[in-house]
């Protein structure tokens, strides 16, 4: 199949989780003689944080205004055998109405991987740029990174005709286990980009057990953190992670956090690809709680909960057998759910099984 994909970014990690994950996907459909033309606008703060510059998997087309790559998309739409366009691609409204004149025969398709956010505008009134004004109808199918109710949420709220779940994954390639020296580890890592609405979950989960545990280090990586952020003497800061090194941080501590936005934990069934990216590096996870969690890894056996202060601590004082135990099972799980390749082959099964509107 020709796939071709209006997306915000696959150049760029910086500030987005959607790069890592295009760029696993891709390599899998790729490995199944798939082909992926991807077209992103050329932004500045992609541009100064653009960790890869070359591309063997895919064709990859930047470019800086709409208008003066549109004989390129119009070609292109015309080879696909589908065409998908993604939530926040800053030109989804223009490849929605290009798509529709096309006279193509490649199926429409919209994903969200943002659907918690796009669906939390909707309730609150407010316009979403990259959704066309008549809602989801148009589309052929409709694919979300959220499963859950939020499903029927798309069908009811914004017109969706057809909805699948497409989540989160991992490619085993990039993302493996590493060996740090033990006496070097920290206690805890959290690896994301600063929101507002994981700050009190944060506190209680990380800045509350540095401050409790001076005497041991805890490690912090990603972007946007304010200067009046709450830093401990003993968190260590790492401005921007490109994924090539995530393993090696992932590695750094005994355990690592991970924190759902809000928007994400109120609909649920929303795993974020640091789950899967950490449980593939074999680094014990410990996570907040959400609805549907149960669904990708077993708490107690693949992964700690906590949500409070001392749950962590709890967490964190375990011994090294237990978190080596932990991180052995969701590692093996991980590797038989939830690889970028088990995801190629669920969106080609799930295009295969897509009808185009009025067939």
Not at 164 to 182: C, E, F, I, K, Q
Not at 287 to 304: A, C, H, N, R, V
Not at 350 to 356: F, T, V
Request: hydrophobic fraction near 40%.
């Amino acid at each position: 199949m020709k796939l071709v994909v209006f997306g915000l970014t696959l150049s760029s990690s910086w500030g987005n989780g959607h790069a890592t994950l295009w760029r696993g996907l891709i390599h899998a459909l790729a490995s199944r003689g798939h082909h992926v033309v991807f077209f992103e606008r050329d932004v500045s703060y992609y541009a100064a944080h653009r960790d890869l510059t070359e591309l063997e998997d895919a064709e990859l087309i930047l470019y800086c205004e709409w208008r003066s790559v549109a004989p390129r998309v119009r070609r292109h739409i015309r080879e696909a055998d589908a065409v998908i366009i993604t939530s926040y691609c800053p030109d989804a409204i223009a490849a929605h109405q290009q798509l529709l004149g096309a006279g193509t025969h490649a199926l429409r398709v919209f994903y969200d991987l943002d659907t918690p956010v796009t669906l939390a505008q909707i309730v609150a009134g407010r316009q979403v740029d990259y959704l066309p004004p008549k809602g989801l109808g148009d589309f052929d199918l409709v694919l979300s990174y959220t499963g859950g109710v939020a499903l029927e949420l798309l069908k009811e709220r914004l017109g969706a005709r057809a909805v699948a779940t497409l989540y989160g994954h991992v490619d085993p390639g990039v993302h493996r286990p590493t060996h740090v020296n033990a006496d070097d580890r920290a206690a805890l890592s959290y690896l994301g980009t600063f929101a507002p609405d994981r700050q009190s979950a944060l506190l209680r989960l990380f800045i509350g057990p540095a401050s409790l545990r001076p005497a041991r280090r805890f490690v912090l990586g990603g972007s946007g953190y304010p200067q009046d952020f709450p830093w401990q003497p003993n968190i260590s800061f790492r401005q921007h992670v490109p994924p090539g090194r995530h393993p090696e941080f992932f590695a750094s501590a005994t355990m690592t956090l991970n924190i759902t936005r809000a928007d994400m934990a109120a609909c649920g069934f929303c795993p974020s690809g640091r789950l899967f990216e950490a449980a593939a590096c074999g680094t014990p996870i410990l996570s907040d709680s959400w609805e549907g969690l149960e669904s990708f890894f077993t708490p107690g056996e693949q992964i700690l909960v906590a949500q409070s202060t001392d749950e962590a601590l709890a967490a964190i004082d375990s011994s090294a057998h237990t978190l080596e135990r932990i991180a052995r099972a969701a590692r093996d799980r991980t590797l038989t759910e939830h690889t970028s390749a088990h995801r190629a082959q669920q969106l080609i099964d799930i295009l295969g099984g897509a009808r185009p509107c009025g067939a």
